[in-house]
């Protein structure tokens, strides 16, 4: 299996996005399409990894750029510097995870009545966002995602199905805000699923977390159970009908 990249660029408005598409050109076509989300460091090599992964399975993947002209930050500072603007104008972090779906969805590659999107940290937040807007897509994933709410989309209804999977012990996300999350997918008539996975932090499926003061810890057990949970929620999501 000899899975192929390129750079894709796609739009929002006047800023250039660069994003990296992955695909298997042995898999047919077309196939079922899923966006990669981003941490807040920008789309590295963590996430091209994910999406590589992804194209393993058969889909053609798309690992995001949220920042433009493909930023990607040094450090926390740096990273929270490109990260804070959308947290700050959720609006337009989901007018541009639209675009990145739009620009999925046009691939010839893609089936694009079967498309899905993950994220991871602040792409966690971004694929639970792209949800809320009422985007026509199947199935969203959060892994140790952001979860606190948009204050825009109160009311709408959320078309795709939504598996969150989280870390008890996130000191990012705490207990109550998943059971506020809960109850908001609910009123939005949400099919939705949460994984909690005990005894563990934020960033559990990166390998070069390891700041327990700052609450971010790699977990090699719910690494894996995450990645299997989202496989199973996948084939689910976007099988075809």
Not at 224 to 236: N, Q, T, V
Request: glycine share 10%; charged share 20%.
């Amino acid at each position: 299996m000899a899975i192929e990249t390129r750079t894709l660029e796609y739009a929002d408005g006047a800023v250039t996005l660069r994003g990296q598409l992955a695909w298997d050109p042995s898999a047919g076509a077309p196939r079922p399409g899923v966006l990669v989300a981003h941490t807040w460091a920008g789309c590295g090599p963590f996430e091209r990894g994910k999406a590589t992964e992804l194209a393993k399975l058969g889909y053609v993947a798309l690992a995001v750029d949220m920042y433009g002209d493909g930023a990607v930050g040094s450090g926390p500072e740096e990273n929270a510097r490109l990260m804070t603007p959308l947290l700050e104008d959720r609006a337009a972090l989901q007018r541009r995870m639209l675009a990145a779906l739009e620009a999925l969805k046009s691939q010839g590659c893609v089936d694009e009545s079967r498309t899905a999107a993950i994220g991871f940290c602040f792409g966690g937040l971004c694929v639970l966002d792209l949800a809320r807007s009422g985007a026509a897509f199947q199935g969203a994933v959060s892994f140790h995602g952001l979860l606190n709410p948009p204050g825009n989309t109160e009311g709408s209804a959320i078309k795709a199905r939504v598996l969150v999977l989280h870390g008890w012990d996130d000191p990012m996300a705490n207990p109550r805000s998943v059971e506020a999350l809960a109850s908001e997918l609910t009123r939005a008539g949400a099919d939705w699923q949460v994984h909690a996975y005990g005894s563990t932090m934020h960033a559990f499926t990166n390998p070069a977390a390891n700041n327990p003061d700052f609450g971010t810890v790699y977990d090699e057990q719910a690494d894996k159970r995450s990645w299997r949970a989202m496989s199973d929620f996948l084939d689910d999501a976007l099988a075809a009908t």
